[in-house]
């Protein structure tokens, strides 16, 4: 099977800017995760979908964060406009539905100068 | 609220010597415990779980026991490989309401021939 896909792997950008990452699940997995791991911490969950909707976005910083899910498949988190501290790995995690196994993709690297 | 506290690293062992990563827990209940491993330029994969009390997880030569008196999940390998040289996560998830994980900070491990 194939596993969760990630694009792009890196970015750089300037702070102020906007920047977009897609996820794409595994087929059938209901539940998609967007984790954001800054350098030397444990990831931290931004948002969780359940299909298309949103059911916990507590930790994610909406002034500047968004993220949705058309069609409950793929995914994009977006920054705007980017600051320093958003600089970490933003990794994208699916799951066939809730308490069961997660797959995590590789993540995209943001650096923000 | 959940937390997860882990030992912190680096730690750099020599092939074939005794691995312990310390993991313990704050969390309401019964939450499940997890191992995740993440080796360079890879996602977050899981190594190893276990969801109750006492319960034993394995892989790869991995261990963990869910110690619910001590609130502790340490990892132990008995004769690292070069190989598993990674950064190891543990992470618990709630047993009721959310399903999101919470992660410890990772600790980085390095094994030299």
């Known amino acids: 099977e194939a596993g969760v896909a990630q694009s792009p792997r890196y970015k750089i950008i300037e702070k102020r800017q906007s920047v977009a990452f897609w996820c794409n699940p595994i087929s059938g997995h209901a539940t998609l995760y967007w984790y954001q791991q800054i350098l030397g911490q444990g990831p931290k969950l931004l948002i969780q979908?359940?299909?298309?909707?949103?059911?916990?976005d507590s930790q994610l910083p909406k002034d500047r964060f968004s993220a949705e899910r058309l069609k409950g498949v793929d995914s994009t988190l977006k920054i705007q406009p980017a600051k320093l501290e958003d600089s970490a790995v933003y990794l994208c995690?699916?799951?066939?539905?809730?308490?069961?196994?997660?797959?995590f993709g590789s993540g995209t690297r943001l650096t923000v100068v | 609220g959940d937390s997860v506290t882990q030992m912190e690293g680096p730690v750099t062992l020599s092939e074939e010597a005794f691995l312990t990563i310390n993991c313990t827990y704050t969390?309401?209940?019964?939450?499940?415990l997890f191992w995740y491993v993440q080796y360079p330029g890879e996602g977050l994969q899981l190594l190893l779980k276990?969801?109750?009390?006492?319960d034993k997880g394995s892989n790869k030569g991995f261990e963990a026991t869910y110690r619910k008196e001590t609130t502790s999940f340490h990892l132990e390998k008995g004769s690292v490989q070069v190989s598993d040289s990674a950064v190891y996560f543990c992470a618990l998830r709630r047993q009721t309401g959310a399903n999101n994980l919470f992660f410890g900070t990772g600790t980085r491990l390095t094994v030299i021939p």
């Open positions: 979908f359940q299909n298309n909707g949103v059911v916990d």
């Open positions: 276990a969801t109750k009390a006492d």
């Open positions: 995690a699916s799951s066939p539905g809730t308490g069961v196994g997660y797959t």
């Open positions: 969390a309401t209940g019964y939450p499940s």
